[in-house]
C-alpha cells in the first residue's frame, strides 16, 4: 500500500511516497480503499511544522477519505458490507490507498455523489456547520463577512449561507470573484488592493456586519467590522504561513501582534468572539456524526453541492499543496487514488 509521508518540515517537495503494509481492521473499524482524499490547509501547516495538533514526523497527515469498505473488523455490521461506498474522517492517515477507521467516523455516501465531492465534505462543511450553526446562529437577513472565500470553507459556508436567507460579503483575490458571485456571493472584496474593514462599513452604511469568518488572522480588523451583537469566528491563522518552506521567525511578530480581548469590551461592544477546531472535538463525534448525517441529507436534497476546485493523484500531494499555499485554488483540493 502506497501513502505519502511528511518527514521532517520543509517545502512541499519533502512529501514522501513509500510503499508500507497494508492496515489491519481491529475490533469496530473497518478498512477503507479510498479513491480520494481531502487536501486541507491544516496539512499544510502541519508539513511546515506550524501544526502542533499533526503527529510527531515522520507521518502520514489526511482528516478526510472517500472510498469503498474493503474490510471488516469484529463487531462491525449494520450496513457498512464490503464494497459500499462511504466517507470517512480519519483524524490523519488519508493520504493514503487504505486507511482503518472506526465505524462511528464512517458515512454511507448517496449514490449520486461522486468520491471527489465526497471527499470534500468533512472538514470544512462541519467546520461551517460548526461556525454558522452552533455558534452563529445564522438566520435569514444576517450579513456574513466570509474571509478567504474562495476556498473550501468558504465555498462551504456560502451555501449555508444561503439555505439560511443570509447575505454573504467575501474576500478574496479579484481573480476569484466571478466564481464568489456565481456561488451567491452578494459583494466581494478584493483584499489584496482594498481595505475590507472600509469596504464593509461602506457596503452596510456603516453598521457592520452580524458575523465573521476568518480563518486570516486579521481578528484585530474583522471584529471592528462588527455591528452591535455581532460575532466574530476565529478558526484559521493563515498569514502566519509566509512561503513555500518553514520560516518560524517570519511567525513571531505575527503571533505578538494578536489581539486580546477583554471581557469588559466585549461586554460594552455587545460583541462575541468564538474560536472553532474542528480537530479538537473528537470526543465528540456523536455530535459530528449527527451533523455529517444532516448535510448528507442537504446534498441529497440539492441544498449542498461540494465545490470541487482541483484533484491531484495521490503521487502529486507536493503540487496540490504548492497550490493551495500559492492560494491559487476556488473550492476544494483533492487528491485521488487509481
Known amino acids: 500500500m502506497r501513502s505519502v509521508w511528511i518527514p521532517r518540515t520543509g517545502p512541499p517537495d519533502?512529501?514522501?511516497?513509500?510503499?508500507?503494509?497494508?492496515?489491519?481492521?481491529?475490533?469496530?473499524?473497518?478498512?477503507?480503499?479510498?479513491?480520494?482524499?481531502?487536501?486541507?490547509?491544516?496539512?499544510?501547516?502541519?508539513?511546515?511544522?506550524?501544526?502542533?495538533?499533526?503527529?510527531?514526523?515522520?507521518?502520514?497527515?489526511?482528516?478526510?477519505?472517500?472510498?469503498?469498505?474493503?474490510?471488516?473488523?469484529?463487531?462491525?455490521?449494520?450496513?457498512?458490507?464490503?464494497?459500499?461506498?462511504?466517507?470517512?474522517?480519519?483524524?490523519?492517515?488519508?493520504?493514503?490507498?487504505?486507511?482503518?477507521?472506526?465505524?462511528?467516523?464512517?458515512?454511507?455516501?448517496?449514490?449520486?455523489?461522486?468520491?471527489?465531492?465526497g471527499a470534500s465534505i468533512p472538514v470544512n462543511y462541519l467546520t461551517a456547520v460548526l461556525m454558522l450553526r452552533h455558534?452563529?446562529?445564522?438566520?435569514?437577513?444576517?450579513?456574513?463577512?466570509?474571509?478567504?472565500?474562495?476556498?473550501?470553507?468558504?465555498?462551504?459556508?456560502?451555501?449555508?449561507?444561503?439555505?439560511?436567507?443570509?447575505?454573504?460579503?467575501?474576500t478574496a483575490s479579484a481573480a476569484k470573484h466571478a466564481a464568489l458571485r456565481e456561488a451567491g456571493v452578494a459583494h466581494a472584496i478584493d483584499y489584496r488592493t482594498q481595505d475590507f474593514e472600509q469596504e464593509v462599513k461602506r457596503l452596510t452604511g456603516g453598521r457592520g456586519v452580524d458575523l465573521v469568518l476568518d480563518a486570516t488572522g486579521a481578528f484585530r480588523k474583522s471584529y471592528r467590522t462588527l455591528a452591535p451583537l455581532g460575532r466574530l469566528v476565529c478558526f484559521g491563522f493563515s498569514t502566519a504561513v509566509t512561503g513555500l518552506a518553514p520560516n518560524r521567525l517570519a511567525v513571531i511578530p505575527k503571533l505578538v501582534a494578536l489581539p486580546w480581548f477583554h471581557p469588559i469590551r466585549l461586554m460594552n461592544d455587545n460583541k462575541a468572539v468564538i474560536g472553532v477546531n474542528l480537530g479538537h472535538l473528537w470526543d465528540r463525534i456523536d455530535l459530528l456524526r449527527r451533523e455529517m448525517l444532516g448535510l448528507l441529507d442537504d446534498y441529497q436534497a440539492g441544498r449542498i453541492r461540494p465545490i470541487v476546485g482541483k484533484t491531484f493523484p495521490l503521487t502529486e500531494a507536493a503540487a496540490a499543496h504548492r497550490y493551495i499555499q500559492e492560494r491559487q485554488n476556488v473550492g476544494k483540493v483533492v487528491l485521488t487514488v487509481a
Open 14 to 117: 519533502v512529501l514522501e511516497l513509500r510503499d508500507g503494509p497494508e492496515p489491519v481492521a481491529g475490533p469496530g473499524q473497518v478498512v477503507v480503499r479510498v479513491r480520494a482524499s481531502g487536501v486541507n490547509f491544516a496539512d499544510v501547516s502541519a508539513r511546515l511544522g506550524l501544526y502542533p495538533d499533526a503527529p510527531p514526523r515522520p507521518c502520514v497527515v489526511g482528516y478526510e477519505v472517500a472510498g469503498t469498505i474493503d474490510r471488516l473488523g469484529a463487531g462491525v455490521d449494520g450496513d457498512l458490507a464490503v464494497g459500499r461506498r462511504v466517507i470517512a474522517l480519519t483524524r490523519f492517515g488519508g493520504y493514503a490507498e487504505a486507511v482503518a477507521v472506526p465505524v462511528a467516523q464512517v458515512f454511507p455516501m448517496p449514490d449520486s455523489m461522486s468520491f471527489e465531492e
Open 135 to 170: 455558534f452563529g446562529n445564522v438566520r435569514a437577513g444576517d450579513r456574513v463577512l466570509v474571509h478567504a472565500a474562495a476556498g473550501g470553507v468558504g465555498m462551504a459556508a456560502i451555501q449555508l449561507c444561503r439555505i439560511a436567507g443570509a447575505e454573504v460579503i467575501g
